[in-house]
Protein backbone atom coordinates (compact mmCIF):
# COMPACT_ATOMS: atom_id res chain seq x y z
CA UNK A 1 0.00 0.00 0.00
CA UNK A 2 1.65 3.03 -1.02
CA UNK A 3 1.01 6.51 0.85
CA UNK A 4 -0.68 8.31 -1.30
CA UNK A 5 -3.32 4.95 -1.49
CA UNK A 6 -3.52 5.27 2.40
CA UNK A 7 -4.14 9.13 2.30
CA UNK A 8 -6.88 8.97 -0.30
CA UNK A 9 -8.77 6.03 1.75
CA UNK A 10 -8.16 8.03 5.47
CA UNK A 11 -9.84 11.83 4.04
CA UNK A 12 -12.45 9.08 2.23
CA UNK A 13 -12.59 7.36 6.02
CA UNK A 14 -12.98 10.77 7.76
CA UNK A 15 -15.38 11.96 5.66
CA UNK A 16 -18.01 9.29 5.95
CA UNK A 17 -17.35 8.27 9.89
CA UNK A 18 -15.71 11.30 11.49
CA UNK A 19 -17.63 14.60 12.36
CA UNK A 20 -15.42 17.48 12.72
CA UNK A 21 -15.67 20.47 15.25
CA UNK A 22 -16.21 23.64 13.88
CA UNK A 23 -16.59 22.56 10.17
CA UNK A 24 -19.16 22.63 6.95
CA UNK A 25 -19.77 18.78 7.14
CA UNK A 26 -21.61 19.59 3.25
CA UNK A 27 -18.22 20.83 2.19
CA UNK A 28 -16.40 18.40 4.00
CA UNK A 29 -18.57 15.39 2.29
CA UNK A 30 -17.26 16.61 -1.04
CA UNK A 31 -14.04 18.34 -0.37
CA UNK A 32 -12.51 16.07 2.32
CA UNK A 33 -9.99 17.25 4.79
CA UNK A 34 -6.32 17.76 4.43
CA UNK A 35 -4.16 14.08 6.95
CA UNK A 36 -1.73 15.66 8.55
CA UNK A 37 1.01 12.87 9.76
CA UNK A 38 4.06 14.35 11.23
CA UNK A 39 5.01 17.31 13.28
CA UNK A 40 8.98 18.58 14.19
CA UNK A 41 9.66 22.00 15.99
CA UNK A 42 7.78 24.23 14.01
CA UNK A 43 6.84 22.69 10.93
CA UNK A 44 4.26 20.34 10.44
CA UNK A 45 3.91 17.61 7.07
CA UNK A 46 0.68 16.39 5.77
CA UNK A 47 0.06 13.15 3.91
CA UNK A 48 1.57 14.23 0.86
CA UNK A 49 4.50 14.95 1.74
CA UNK A 50 4.29 18.77 2.32
CA UNK A 51 5.75 20.52 4.86
CA UNK A 52 4.66 23.69 6.18
CA UNK A 53 5.41 26.24 8.89
CA UNK A 54 2.76 26.32 11.59
CA UNK A 55 1.90 30.07 12.17
CA UNK A 56 -1.09 28.73 14.54
CA UNK A 57 0.79 26.71 16.94
CA UNK A 58 -1.84 23.81 15.95
CA UNK A 59 -4.50 25.80 18.06
CA UNK A 60 -2.80 28.39 19.58
CA UNK A 61 -1.66 25.21 21.66
CA UNK A 62 2.25 24.23 20.59
CA UNK A 63 4.13 26.81 22.57
CA UNK A 64 7.18 24.84 22.61
CA UNK A 65 6.77 23.22 19.09
CA UNK A 66 5.80 19.87 17.94
CA UNK A 67 7.50 16.29 18.93
CA UNK A 68 9.38 17.00 21.87
CA UNK A 69 10.68 13.93 22.83
CA UNK A 70 10.97 15.17 26.41
CA UNK A 71 7.38 15.34 26.81
CA UNK A 72 6.85 12.02 25.40
CA UNK A 73 9.26 10.41 27.61
CA UNK A 74 7.27 12.05 30.56
CA UNK A 75 4.30 10.67 29.66
CA UNK A 76 5.76 7.13 29.09
CA UNK A 77 6.98 7.08 32.37
CA UNK A 78 3.90 8.63 34.16
CA UNK A 79 2.00 5.53 32.22
CA UNK A 80 4.43 3.57 33.35
CA UNK A 81 4.03 4.41 37.20
CA UNK A 82 0.08 5.57 37.61
CA UNK A 83 -1.60 5.77 34.32
CA UNK A 84 -4.71 6.71 35.99
CA UNK A 85 -6.19 7.58 38.99
CA UNK A 86 -8.72 10.51 39.67
CA UNK A 87 -9.16 12.82 42.43
CA UNK A 88 -12.59 12.75 44.04
CA UNK A 89 -12.95 11.59 47.27
CA UNK A 90 -10.29 12.50 48.95
CA UNK A 91 -7.77 11.06 47.00
CA UNK A 92 -4.36 12.69 44.92
CA UNK A 93 -1.01 12.03 43.34
CA UNK A 94 2.25 13.66 43.08
CA UNK A 95 1.91 15.36 39.69
CA UNK A 96 -1.22 17.17 40.29
CA UNK A 97 -0.17 18.54 43.66
CA UNK A 98 3.59 19.55 42.01
CA UNK A 99 1.55 20.97 39.31
CA UNK A 100 -0.73 23.06 41.37
CA UNK A 101 1.83 24.14 43.35
CA UNK A 102 3.67 25.03 40.52
CA UNK A 103 0.79 27.04 39.14
CA UNK A 104 0.47 28.81 42.24
CA UNK A 105 3.50 30.40 41.85
CA UNK A 106 3.16 31.46 38.53
CA UNK A 107 -0.18 33.31 38.63
CA UNK A 108 -0.39 36.45 39.43
CA UNK A 109 -1.47 37.71 43.05
CA UNK A 110 -2.82 35.74 45.32
CA UNK A 111 -4.50 32.91 43.29
CA UNK A 112 -3.14 30.01 44.86
CA UNK A 113 -5.35 27.32 43.84
CA UNK A 114 -6.47 25.30 40.75
CA UNK A 115 -9.16 23.29 40.05
CA UNK A 116 -8.06 20.77 36.63
CA UNK A 117 -10.38 19.78 33.57
CA UNK A 118 -9.43 18.50 30.07
CA UNK A 119 -10.68 21.47 28.28
CA UNK A 120 -10.75 25.18 28.01
CA UNK A 121 -14.65 25.04 28.04
CA UNK A 122 -14.76 22.53 30.62
CA UNK A 123 -12.48 25.16 32.65
CA UNK A 124 -14.91 28.35 31.86
CA UNK A 125 -17.99 25.91 32.28
CA UNK A 126 -16.17 25.38 36.08
CA UNK A 127 -16.16 29.34 36.40
CA UNK A 128 -19.55 29.84 35.83
CA UNK A 129 -20.56 27.40 38.21
CA UNK A 130 -17.96 28.36 41.17
CA UNK A 131 -19.00 32.33 40.68
CA UNK A 132 -22.47 31.87 41.14
CA UNK A 133 -21.67 29.52 43.89
CA UNK A 134 -19.17 31.61 45.64
CA UNK A 135 -21.99 34.35 45.76
CA UNK A 136 -24.69 32.16 47.38
CA UNK A 137 -21.78 31.29 50.10
CA UNK A 138 -21.30 35.08 50.58
CA UNK A 139 -25.14 35.85 51.05
CA UNK A 140 -25.43 37.24 47.92
CA UNK A 141 -27.12 34.57 45.37
CA UNK A 142 -29.13 37.62 43.01
CA UNK A 143 -25.43 38.10 41.88
CA UNK A 144 -25.56 35.95 38.73
CA UNK A 145 -25.43 37.52 35.75
CA UNK A 146 -22.03 37.33 33.96
CA UNK A 147 -21.26 40.18 31.56
CA UNK A 148 -19.32 39.24 28.80
CA UNK A 149 -17.85 40.74 25.10
CA UNK A 150 -19.69 40.19 21.95
CA UNK A 151 -17.39 37.91 19.72
CA UNK A 152 -15.82 36.68 22.67
CA UNK A 153 -14.71 32.51 22.30
CA UNK A 154 -15.09 30.83 25.97
CA UNK A 155 -15.75 27.67 24.17
CA UNK A 156 -18.86 24.89 22.92
CA UNK A 157 -20.03 23.57 25.62
CA UNK A 158 -23.98 25.18 25.96
CA UNK A 159 -22.99 27.42 29.71
CA UNK A 160 -19.29 29.11 27.84
CA UNK A 161 -20.81 29.34 24.60
CA UNK A 162 -23.75 31.43 26.10
CA UNK A 163 -20.59 33.11 28.48
CA UNK A 164 -18.96 33.62 24.87
CA UNK A 165 -20.67 36.53 22.56
CA UNK A 166 -20.37 34.74 19.19
CA UNK A 167 -23.60 34.82 17.17
CA UNK A 168 -23.26 31.89 15.07
CA UNK A 169 -22.30 29.78 18.35
CA UNK A 170 -25.46 31.38 19.45
CA UNK A 171 -27.84 30.70 16.55
CA UNK A 172 -27.17 26.74 16.92
CA UNK A 173 -27.28 26.84 21.15
CA UNK A 174 -31.22 25.98 21.27
CA UNK A 175 -31.50 28.22 24.03
CA UNK A 176 -28.52 30.33 24.92
CA UNK A 177 -28.43 30.24 28.45
CA UNK A 178 -30.01 32.99 30.56
CA UNK A 179 -28.19 34.91 32.81
CA UNK A 180 -25.27 36.54 30.26
CA UNK A 181 -24.78 39.58 28.85
CA UNK A 182 -22.38 40.87 26.44
CA UNK A 183 -20.76 44.28 25.97
CA UNK A 184 -18.61 45.77 22.80
CA UNK A 185 -15.58 44.11 22.35
CA UNK A 186 -12.98 46.70 22.30
CA UNK A 187 -11.57 46.37 18.51
CA UNK A 188 -10.67 49.59 17.59
CA UNK A 189 -10.50 48.93 14.13
CA UNK A 190 -13.64 47.52 13.24
CA UNK A 191 -15.94 49.49 15.84
CA UNK A 192 -14.56 53.09 16.20
CA UNK A 193 -16.39 55.84 15.34
CA UNK A 194 -15.01 57.85 12.41
CA UNK A 195 -12.01 60.05 13.82
CA UNK A 196 -11.77 58.33 17.40
CA UNK A 197 -8.83 57.49 18.56
CA UNK A 198 -7.51 54.35 19.98
CA UNK A 199 -7.66 55.49 23.88
CA UNK A 200 -10.60 57.47 23.40
CA UNK A 201 -12.46 53.99 22.15
CA UNK A 202 -10.70 51.93 25.21
CA UNK A 203 -12.01 54.28 27.35
CA UNK A 204 -15.75 54.00 25.74
CA UNK A 205 -15.78 50.38 25.21
CA UNK A 206 -14.72 49.89 29.12
CA UNK A 207 -17.28 52.01 30.15
CA UNK A 208 -19.94 49.76 28.32
CA UNK A 209 -19.19 48.10 31.33
CA UNK A 210 -20.51 50.10 33.84
CA UNK A 211 -23.79 50.90 31.53
CA UNK A 212 -24.35 47.36 31.51
CA UNK A 213 -23.94 46.80 35.53
CA UNK A 214 -26.43 49.57 36.44
CA UNK A 215 -28.65 48.98 33.54
CA UNK A 216 -29.06 45.11 34.96
CA UNK A 217 -28.57 46.38 38.54
CA UNK A 218 -25.10 45.93 40.35
CA UNK A 219 -26.69 43.79 42.90
CA UNK A 220 -27.02 41.79 40.51
CA UNK A 221 -23.71 41.14 38.53
CA UNK A 222 -21.41 38.35 39.69
CA UNK A 223 -18.58 38.82 37.25
CA UNK A 224 -17.21 40.14 34.08
CA UNK A 225 -15.32 37.52 31.93
CA UNK A 226 -12.91 38.45 29.45
CA UNK A 227 -9.84 37.10 27.04
CA UNK A 228 -6.77 39.53 27.81
CA UNK A 229 -6.66 39.44 24.05
CA UNK A 230 -9.49 38.49 21.93
CA UNK A 231 -8.34 35.41 19.96
CA UNK A 232 -10.44 33.15 17.74
CA UNK A 233 -12.40 36.32 17.89
CA UNK A 234 -9.49 37.60 15.21
CA UNK A 235 -6.96 38.72 17.46
CA UNK A 236 -8.82 41.67 19.11
CA UNK A 237 -6.29 43.72 20.98
CA UNK A 238 -7.51 46.32 23.43
CA UNK A 239 -6.03 49.73 23.40
CA UNK A 240 -4.07 50.84 26.29
CA UNK A 241 -6.38 52.77 28.61
CA UNK A 242 -8.83 49.51 28.06
CA UNK A 243 -7.74 47.37 31.01
CA UNK A 244 -6.86 49.81 33.64
CA UNK A 245 -10.61 51.18 33.26
CA UNK A 246 -11.87 48.11 33.33
CA UNK A 247 -10.32 46.90 36.76
CA UNK A 248 -11.46 50.22 38.14
CA UNK A 249 -15.04 49.62 37.24
CA UNK A 250 -14.44 45.87 38.44
CA UNK A 251 -12.97 46.98 41.80
CA UNK A 252 -16.17 50.01 42.16
CA UNK A 253 -19.00 47.42 41.85
CA UNK A 254 -17.38 44.48 43.46
CA UNK A 255 -17.54 42.23 40.84
CA UNK A 256 -15.13 39.18 40.23
CA UNK A 257 -12.70 39.69 37.44
CA UNK A 258 -12.33 36.03 35.74
CA UNK A 259 -9.35 36.17 32.48
CA UNK A 260 -10.16 33.93 30.19
CA UNK A 261 -6.52 32.87 29.32
CA UNK A 262 -7.00 30.05 27.49
CA UNK A 263 -4.91 31.19 24.39
CA UNK A 264 -3.11 33.97 26.21
CA UNK A 265 -1.33 31.87 29.02
CA UNK A 266 2.05 30.39 29.18
CA UNK A 267 3.55 32.90 27.47
CA UNK A 268 2.37 34.39 24.44
CA UNK A 269 2.69 37.55 25.64
CA UNK A 270 5.96 37.65 26.98
CA UNK A 271 4.46 36.81 30.55
CA UNK A 272 3.30 33.81 32.00
CA UNK A 273 -0.45 35.21 31.97
CA UNK A 274 -1.20 38.64 29.88
CA UNK A 275 -3.23 39.52 33.26
CA UNK A 276 0.59 40.47 34.43
CA UNK A 277 1.20 42.17 31.35
CA UNK A 278 -1.81 44.33 31.20
CA UNK A 279 -1.80 45.09 35.04
CA UNK A 280 -5.17 43.06 35.11
CA UNK A 281 -6.04 41.66 38.75
CA UNK A 282 -8.67 38.87 38.06
CA UNK A 283 -9.95 36.75 40.84
CA UNK A 284 -10.14 33.60 38.47
CA UNK A 285 -8.20 32.67 35.47
CA UNK A 286 -9.19 29.58 33.32
CA UNK A 287 -5.91 28.02 31.14
CA UNK A 288 -5.95 25.41 29.27
CA UNK A 289 -3.99 24.72 25.41
CA UNK A 290 -0.48 25.53 25.96
CA UNK A 291 -0.59 24.56 29.46
CA UNK A 292 0.66 20.96 27.72
CA UNK A 293 1.74 23.00 24.31
CA UNK A 294 -1.33 20.91 23.48
CA UNK A 295 1.12 17.17 23.90
CA UNK A 296 -2.25 16.01 26.17
CA UNK A 297 -5.93 17.43 27.18
CA UNK A 298 -5.69 19.46 30.67
CA UNK A 299 -7.26 22.81 31.05
CA UNK A 300 -7.99 24.42 34.74
CA UNK A 301 -8.74 27.70 36.52
CA UNK A 302 -6.61 29.06 39.26
CA UNK A 303 -9.01 30.93 42.23
CA UNK A 304 -8.26 33.36 44.20
CA UNK A 305 -7.89 33.37 48.30
CA UNK A 306 -10.81 35.10 48.83
CA UNK A 307 -12.84 32.44 46.32
CA UNK A 308 -11.03 29.79 48.27
CA UNK A 309 -11.94 30.96 51.34
CA UNK A 310 -15.89 30.90 50.75
CA UNK A 311 -15.42 27.10 49.33
CA UNK A 312 -13.49 26.23 52.02
CA UNK A 313 -15.80 27.57 54.90
CA UNK A 314 -18.55 25.82 53.81
CA UNK A 315 -19.37 22.19 55.20
CA UNK A 316 -20.30 20.30 52.16
CA UNK A 317 -19.29 19.01 48.81
CA UNK A 318 -19.32 21.35 45.57
CA UNK A 319 -20.91 19.13 43.28
CA UNK A 320 -19.11 19.53 40.55
CA UNK A 321 -15.87 17.42 38.87
CA UNK A 322 -14.42 15.73 36.30
CA UNK A 323 -13.37 12.12 35.54
CA UNK A 324 -10.16 13.25 34.32
CA UNK A 325 -9.60 16.66 36.65
CA UNK A 326 -5.86 16.75 37.24
CA UNK A 327 -4.81 13.37 35.13
CA UNK A 328 -1.58 12.22 36.15
CA UNK A 329 -0.23 11.99 32.67
CA UNK A 330 -1.03 14.69 31.48
CA UNK A 331 0.14 16.87 35.14
CA UNK A 332 3.27 14.97 34.22
CA UNK A 333 3.65 16.46 30.53
CA UNK A 334 2.68 19.90 32.04
CA UNK A 335 4.89 19.64 34.63
CA UNK A 336 7.62 19.31 31.76
CA UNK A 337 6.37 21.64 29.52
CA UNK A 338 6.44 24.45 32.12
CA UNK A 339 10.28 22.98 32.74
CA UNK A 340 11.29 23.46 29.24
CA UNK A 341 9.63 26.93 28.87
CA UNK A 342 11.83 28.17 32.18
CA UNK A 343 14.78 26.11 30.74
CA UNK A 344 14.49 27.94 27.35
CA UNK A 345 14.09 30.73 28.85
CA UNK A 346 11.23 31.35 26.14
CA UNK A 347 8.62 34.29 27.77
CA UNK A 348 11.79 36.83 28.01
CA UNK A 349 12.71 35.63 24.32
CA UNK A 350 8.92 36.65 23.17
CA UNK A 351 9.47 39.60 24.49
CA UNK A 352 13.20 40.64 23.65
CA UNK A 353 12.98 39.02 20.38
CA UNK A 354 10.23 36.87 18.92
CA UNK A 355 7.40 39.83 19.95
CA UNK A 356 9.36 42.24 18.01
CA UNK A 357 10.26 40.24 15.19
CA UNK A 358 6.90 39.59 14.74
CA UNK A 359 5.39 43.25 14.55
CA UNK A 360 8.53 44.02 12.17
CA UNK A 361 7.53 41.47 10.34
CA UNK A 362 3.57 42.09 10.01
CA UNK A 363 4.39 46.11 9.57
CA UNK A 364 6.12 45.06 6.00
CA UNK A 365 2.50 44.79 5.09
CA UNK A 366 0.71 47.41 5.80
CA UNK A 367 1.04 49.05 3.08
CA UNK A 368 -0.21 46.24 0.30
CA UNK A 369 -2.96 46.92 -1.31
CA UNK A 370 -5.21 44.24 0.26
CA UNK A 371 -4.65 44.90 4.04
CA UNK A 372 -6.47 47.04 6.33
CA UNK A 373 -4.63 47.18 9.35
CA UNK A 374 -1.90 45.10 10.97
CA UNK A 375 -1.52 44.45 14.87
CA UNK A 376 0.14 42.04 17.24
CA UNK A 377 0.74 41.78 20.70
CA UNK A 378 3.71 39.41 21.58
CA UNK A 379 2.94 36.19 19.49
CA UNK A 380 -0.54 36.95 18.44
CA UNK A 381 -0.89 38.60 14.88
CA UNK A 382 -3.29 39.98 12.98
CA UNK A 383 -3.75 41.34 9.08
CA UNK A 384 -7.21 42.73 8.10
CA UNK A 385 -7.80 42.09 4.72
CA UNK A 386 -10.52 45.01 3.22
CA UNK A 387 -11.82 46.00 -0.28
CA UNK A 388 -11.04 49.47 0.43
CA UNK A 389 -8.41 50.60 2.66
CA UNK A 390 -9.27 53.90 2.84
CA UNK A 391 -12.75 53.61 4.22
CA UNK A 392 -12.28 50.21 6.18
CA UNK A 393 -15.05 48.92 3.65
CA UNK A 394 -15.05 44.79 3.96
CA UNK A 395 -15.29 42.59 1.00
CA UNK A 396 -18.88 40.88 0.22
CA UNK A 397 -19.75 38.09 1.59
CA UNK A 398 -17.23 37.81 4.72
CA UNK A 399 -15.14 35.23 4.76
CA UNK A 400 -14.74 34.40 1.09
CA UNK A 401 -11.76 36.36 0.40
CA UNK A 402 -10.55 35.30 4.12
CA UNK A 403 -10.99 31.65 2.67
CA UNK A 404 -8.98 32.56 -0.48
CA UNK A 405 -5.99 33.64 1.49
CA UNK A 406 -6.04 30.82 4.00
CA UNK A 407 -5.58 28.67 0.88
CA UNK A 408 -2.97 30.43 -0.61
CA UNK A 409 -1.02 30.71 2.50
CA UNK A 410 -1.53 26.45 2.88
CA UNK A 411 -0.11 26.41 -1.08
CA UNK A 412 2.52 28.59 0.27
CA UNK A 413 3.94 26.36 3.02
CA UNK A 414 2.43 28.29 5.64
CA UNK A 415 -0.41 28.21 8.32
CA UNK A 416 -2.17 31.04 9.09
CA UNK A 417 -6.37 31.66 10.21
CA UNK A 418 -8.92 33.45 8.92
CA UNK A 419 -11.56 34.67 11.40
CA UNK A 420 -13.56 35.77 8.75
CA UNK A 421 -10.84 38.14 6.76
CA UNK A 422 -9.08 38.74 9.26
CA UNK A 423 -5.94 35.96 8.65
CA UNK A 424 -4.68 35.92 12.37
CA UNK A 425 -1.17 33.99 13.83
CA UNK A 426 -0.21 32.32 16.75
CA UNK A 427 3.63 31.22 16.19
CA UNK A 428 5.16 28.78 18.66
CA UNK A 429 7.35 30.55 21.18
CA UNK A 430 10.39 28.84 19.64
CA UNK A 431 10.65 30.42 16.08
CA UNK A 432 14.00 31.65 14.93
CA UNK A 433 15.36 34.12 12.16
CA UNK A 434 15.17 31.25 9.86
CA UNK A 435 11.09 31.05 10.71
CA UNK A 436 10.39 35.06 10.38
CA UNK A 437 11.77 34.93 7.35
CA UNK A 438 10.28 31.91 5.92
CA UNK A 439 6.68 33.63 7.24
CA UNK A 440 7.77 37.02 5.77
CA UNK A 441 8.20 35.53 1.91
CA UNK A 442 5.07 33.24 2.16
CA UNK A 443 2.97 36.11 3.41
CA UNK A 444 3.77 38.07 0.95
CA UNK A 445 3.48 35.48 -1.91
CA UNK A 446 -0.02 34.93 -0.23
CA UNK A 447 -1.29 38.14 -0.57
CA UNK A 448 -0.52 38.80 -3.59
CA UNK A 449 -2.24 36.10 -5.26
CA UNK A 450 -4.91 36.96 -3.16
CA UNK A 451 -4.96 40.08 -4.56
CA UNK A 452 -4.85 38.92 -8.07
CA UNK A 453 -8.19 36.56 -7.48
CA UNK A 454 -10.21 39.79 -6.01
CA UNK A 455 -8.42 42.67 -7.99
CA UNK A 456 -11.73 43.85 -9.60
CA UNK A 457 -13.35 44.00 -5.81
CA UNK A 458 -11.26 46.60 -4.63
CA UNK A 459 -12.22 50.21 -4.43
CA UNK A 460 -10.14 52.48 -7.30
C1 LIG B 1 -10.14 31.96 24.93
C2 LIG B 1 -10.67 30.57 24.79
N1 LIG B 1 -11.39 30.04 25.79
C3 LIG B 1 -11.88 28.79 25.73
C4 LIG B 1 -11.65 28.01 24.63
C5 LIG B 1 -12.23 26.62 24.57
O1 LIG B 1 -11.23 25.69 24.72
P1 LIG B 1 -11.49 24.16 24.29
O2 LIG B 1 -11.56 24.14 22.80
O3 LIG B 1 -10.27 23.45 24.82
O4 LIG B 1 -12.74 23.72 24.93
C6 LIG B 1 -10.88 28.50 23.57
C7 LIG B 1 -10.60 27.66 22.39
O5 LIG B 1 -10.02 28.09 21.43
C8 LIG B 1 -10.40 29.82 23.65
O6 LIG B 1 -9.69 30.35 22.66
Not at 33 to 52: F, L, N
Request: hydrophobic share 40%.
Amino acid sequence: MTNEYQSAQLTELDALHHLHPFTNHKALRTGGARVMVRGDGPYIWDSEGKRVLDGMSGLWTANIGHSRKELAEAAYQQMLELPYYNTFFRTTHRPVVVLSRKLAELAPGNLNQVFFGSSGSESNDTAIRLIRHYWVLKGEPKRRIIISRKNAYHGSTIAAGSMGGMAHVHSQSYPVYEGFRHIIDPYWYGEAEDGEQPQAFGLRAARALEDEILAVGPENVAAFAAEPVQGAGGVKIAPASYWPEVQRIVDKYGILLLADEVITGFGRLGTWFASEHYGMRPNLITFAKAVTSGYLPLSGIIVDDEIVAAVTGYDEDFHHGYTFSGHPVSCAVALKNLEIIEREKLIPRVREYSGPALAKLLAKFADHPLVGEVRSVGLLGAIELVADKRTRRRFADPGRVGMICREHFFREGFIMRAVFDTMVTAPPLIWTETQFDEAEAAIGRALDLTLKDVAGELAA
